[in-house]
């Protein structure tokens, strides 16, 4: 079963800590996503990737950088957590070409105290 | 400005009734427009993908319309079960390779 693997369902972290969000696929795309979902917002895109060491910002960069050094995977980094990074972040992947759909994973619920 | 619009937040209705959610979007272009089903605290699953040519398409008791003159999309569950209750997002991409942009999605309930 192919799926995106996000590596913590849960995490507590305390404002000015550097956190890394990990994500992995097992599907071979060439595309992978970063959101953020808030409640009365919806999924907000933060960084995207389209090749191996390539990102692009999406449209709520501040705060955050990307990783993706082996096509598999793709870090989210919070370079200093901060209380309004509080956030349900869902990693996606999908197939290059604008006609196939995204394969999420299970999301991580980041709470910064 | 660019926006998707799912017009209704909440959704409620009896078992067995067709349940017809609605996504409208302003100042895009996109070839096609994608659906996902979203149960809490998980991420969205991929449903159904339809493109600009397609006026209709359907998987099981899932019938998408696209209607690019309205700028609309129709997502219809038919005899309808308690176990569709969940939040339904549309999802589209203006021309080029862009990420998907997503609605705020609809929470449909289904009362037994």
């Known amino acids: 079963d192919v799926k995106v693997t996000q590596s913590s369902r849960y995490l507590v972290k305390r404002t000015g800590e550097k956190v890394f969000l990990e994500c992995v696929q097992d599907?071979?795309?060439?595309?992978m996503f970063w959101y953020r979902q808030d409640p009365g917002l919806g999924l907000r895109l933060i960084y995207f990737?389209?090749?191996?060491?390539?990102?692009e910002k999406g449209d709520i960069p501040e705060g955050y950088s990307v990783s993706r050094e082996k096509k598999e995977r793709f870090s989210l980094i919070l370079e200093s957590a901060s209380t309004n990074q509080t956030s349900m972040y869902l990693c996606?992947?999908?197939?290059?070409?604008?006609?196939?759909?995204?394969?999420f994973g299970s999301g991580t619920r980041l709470t910064v105290v | 400005s660019q926006k998707i619009e799912q017009n209704s937040e909440a959704l409620n209705i009896q078992e067995g009734k067709t349940a017809t959610l609605t996504c409208n979007y302003t100042n895009y272009s996109p070839a096609y427009l994608q659906w996902y089903r979203q149960d809490p605290g998980r991420g969205p699953v991929f449903l159904l993908l339809i493109r600009e040519n397609e006026k209709e398409k359907r998987k099981e008791r899932l019938k998408v319309t696209f209607d690019t003159t309205l700028k609309q999309s129709l997502f219809h569950i038919t005899a309808s079960q308690p176990a569709d209750s969940a939040t339904y997002l549309c999802?589209?991409?203006?021309?080029?390779?862009?990420?998907?942009?997503f609605g705020k999605g609809t929470r449909l309930s289904v009362i037994a």
């Open positions: 999802a589209l991409a203006d021309s080029g390779n862009t990420p998907l942009v």
């Open positions: 990737s389209y090749d191996v060491k390539m990102k």
């Open positions: 599907m071979d795309h060439e595309n």
């Open positions: 996606a992947s999908s197939l290059s070409g604008r006609s196939y759909g995204y394969t």
